[in-house]
């Protein structure tokens, strides 16, 4: 009977048992099989949906001629594509976007991923600027001020000038004028009120006051404009020939609006190449540099010679921007300068300078 008793107990124990493992077994199974399967993530990068499956989007650019009011212009300049990590910025590509439509070039990568695209600064072709993307979707734009371009920017030009002697109420000749006040090429010597080629007679203790009226050269195309991310002034007096002082008043006015200017030390290639006296110009309602383009801008000056000194030292004003370019050596960024860091210190931007002879 114990042993009849104890199988009876045995079989009462299986058959409760094997349901509840059938069950479990068979619960762990439909489980398994109701989980989908993970979209493929670059490590670091998280997955968006709107990127579908595979996580992968592009973002599209271009870049437009903001100076262009009468059509949308899009224009053709070399672009430098960095992922951004907080801060930090690695580089990932570059190339050329061409002016045949808003977004004509795209780049593909895991969405999650934000990139900075900087469009390089181009002496005599285009300002530069960079904007920031976010890879959230398989295709993404950037729109600027409501318009179907990614970035604002602008074909860039050289200046012209021509020189008024402010005490004497005339204009000054240029070195080819045949009348005083024509419009005169950058690196241009301009001489007096009366002569092409005899310069402004100062006396002992004298001083000059002149007013050097600038805008973009007529010859190129009306919608560029000479400035890019900074405006600077120089003055180069020949500080060694002890003849002249500290300017004594600079004003800078676009349309009679006087522009806000700051003392600043010249600098890099600025000071090297012998300037003196140096400021930084910026538009008072934006804050930001002033722009010069195809409308008269004025810049003006006083100064006075040493005490007890004839001044013959000629006056030299220089005009300078400042862009976006990569270092020399590596792949990575230079930042907003007047001169790259190659072995000649090329300026970014030809510098734009005329020349008042004093006899």
Request: with cysteine; charged share 20%.
């Amino acid at each position: 009977m114990k042993g009849i008793k104890a199988a009876t107990t045995w079989f009462i124990l299986a058959m409760v048992m094997i349901p509840i493992l059938v069950a479990s077994t068979f619960y762990a199974v439909t489980t398994m099989y109701a989980i989908a399967p993970e979209p493929p993530v670059t490590v670091g990068v998280p997955a968006v949906a709107a990127c579908g499956d595979d996580n992968v989007g592009k973002i599209w650019f271009g870049y437009r001629n903001t100076e262009n009011t009468v059509t949308t212009e899009y224009v053709g300049v070399t672009y430098r594509l960095y992922r951004l990590d907080g801060a930090t910025e690695s580089f990932r590509a570059t190339g050329t976007v061409d002016s045949t439509s808003a977004f004509n070039t795209s780049y593909e990568n895991s969405c999650g991923s934000t990139f900075r695209i900087y469009f390089i600064a181009s002496d005599g072709v285009s300002t530069s600027n960079y904007i920031d993307m976010t890879l959230n979707d398989e295709n993404v734009y950037k729109t600027v001020d409501g318009k179907d371009a990614i970035c604002a920017g602008a074909e860039q030009a050289g200046l012209i000038f021509k020189v008024r002697n402010e005490d004497k109420a005339a204009w000054v000749y240029g070195s080819a004028d045949t009348s005083a006040g024509e419009w005169n090429p950058t690196g241009t010597t301009f001489y007096s009120t009366t002569s092409n080629s005899t310069g402004e007679s100062v006396a002992s203790d004298g001083y000059v006051n002149y007013r050097v009226r600038t805008e973009t050269n007529g010859t190129a195309a009306s919608d560029t404009r000479f400035t890019d991310q900074k405006l600077l002034i120089g003055l180069d007096i020949n500080r060694t020939g002890e003849d002249w002082q500290e300017p004594s008043s600079m004003a800078v006015a676009v349309s009679g609006i006087g522009q806000t200017i700051t003392s600043v030390g010249c600098p890099g290639k600025v000071g090297s190449d012998g300037f003196d006296f140096c400021w930084d110009v910026a538009d008072p309602a934006t804050g930001k540099a002033t722009i010069i383009r195809d409308s008269p801008i004025d810049l003006s000056f006083e100064i006075h010679s040493v005490s007890g000194v004839d001044p013959d030292d000629d006056l030299k004003f220089g005009v300078f921007t400042a862009g976006y370019v990569k270092k020399t050596l590596t792949e990575d960024m230079l930042g907003v300068v007047f001169n790259k860091d190659n072995a000649a210190r090329d300026y970014c931007y030809s510098v734009q300078t005329v020349i008042l002879d004093i006899v």
